[in-house]
């Protein structure tokens, strides 16, 4: 019997016979126990992850942990042109929440604040610190880059301040046009004039093409970075492959699955024939990213999504077979 790497001869211990093979299992047994608990200690220690509690007088804006247990401002966001939109803001321990845009383009103001005095206990001193809170409006009349800067100034007059940079667009999608060949897909353009945002809209997925060049442009500070497109020919065989935004395409000939009842004799298949398409991107302003790759790890073919978040820099992954969770699909019968 092997157990972590200790050999135990179990006819050596039933040669030494009464209180010596009594002895001798004891001893094993608290080695063995004693290398279970190292081993389990182990394990714990290298999962474990230390959360760090929101420090005393510090400003947060919009802040999120990190896998690590770190807390993450934010430093860059989108909106859009003409639509409210708002950021949460704390501060750790008694303060009046201010804030400054950096252009009249883009209204910034405190819409509701409060103070929890009950709030982030202090062990050193043995009170509460209290907590503020505040929400910030966002409205911007024009596109462009603006900054905000938050200040939380406490009773004694000292303060401390964060600063925002935002992006103002027309529409805060990844793509604005989807083209396969010469047709359009997808579209969505939005004009401002005279203070108001007009947008023109349209999806037609509908295709009887078997190939064509897929083109999708993308929105302001966005990098479309591949492709991946799952289809099914005309003999049923299933294909996933990774392709450059721009390239050449093959559709789908056949049906995602076909079945028949071998007593009544009826056949039954998928209602279209689909292809499916997973556009992968990055936000140059933001720093967020989603990534599509076609890998075999988990033992058979599938598409891996990685999306990467701007503010913590954490990873998070997950899978699809091909027949869900795609960006766009196109179908003919």
């Given at each position: 019997m092997h157990q972590f790497g200790i050999k135990i001869d179990k006819k050596q211990i039933v040669k030494r016979g009464g209180w010596g093979m009594k002895k001798s299992l004891k001893r094993l047994y608290a080695i063995v126990l004693s290398l279970l608990i190292c081993v389990s200690t182990l394990t714990i220690n290298s999962y474990a992850v230390t959360y760090q509690d929101k420090a005393n007088n510090t400003l947060y804006v919009a802040a999120k942990r990190n896998d690590k247990g770190e807390w993450k401002n934010l430093t860059k966001t989108r909106i859009e042109v003409l639509d409210m939109s708002s950021i949460s803001v704390q501060y750790t321990g008694k303060a009046s929440i201010t804030v400054k845009s950096s252009k009249a383009a883009l209204n910034a103001k405190v819409t509701s604040s409060s103070f929890s005095k009950y709030s982030n206990w202090d062990e050193s001193t043995k009170t509460y610190l209290g907590n503020s809170s505040a929400t910030i409006g966002l409205y911007a009349t024009k596109n462009g880059t603006y900054s905000v800067t938050i200040t939380a100034t406490k009773p004694d007059g000292s303060s401390v301040s964060k600063?925002?940079?935002i992006?103002?667009?027309?529409?805060?999608?990844?793509?604005?046009?989807?083209?396969?060949?010469?047709?359009?897909?997808?579209?969505?353009?939005?004009?401002?004039k005279s203070g108001q945002l007009t947008k023109k809209a349209s999806a037609l997925y509908k295709v009887s093409a078997k190939t064509g060049k897929l083109k999708l442009t993308p929105n302001t500070k966005y990098k479309i970075t591949g492709l991946v497109v799952t289809s099914v020919n005309a003999k049923g065989k299933a294909s996933i492959k990774k392709i450059k935004n721009g390239k050449k395409i093959t559709l789908s000939r056949g049906y995602n699955y076909k079945s028949s009842d071998a007593f009544d004799g009826t056949s039954y298949k998928s209602s279209k024939k689909i292809t499916n398409i997973y556009v992968s991107y990055k936000d140059t302003f933001t720093g967020s990213s989603v990534t599509y790759t076609?890998?075999?790890?988990?033992?058979?073919?599938?598409?891996?999504r990685t999306y990467k978040d701007g503010v913590t820099g954490d990873k998070d992954v997950t899978y699809f077979n091909g027949e869900s969770g795609s960006t766009l699909s196109l179908w003919s019968y």
């Open positions: 600063s925002v940079s992006l103002v667009t027309n529409q805060s999608g990844v793509y604005k046009t989807a083209k396969l060949g010469k047709k359009t897909i997808y579209s969505e353009i939005g004009k401002t076609v890998t075999t790890k988990r033992g058979k073919k599938e598409i891996m």
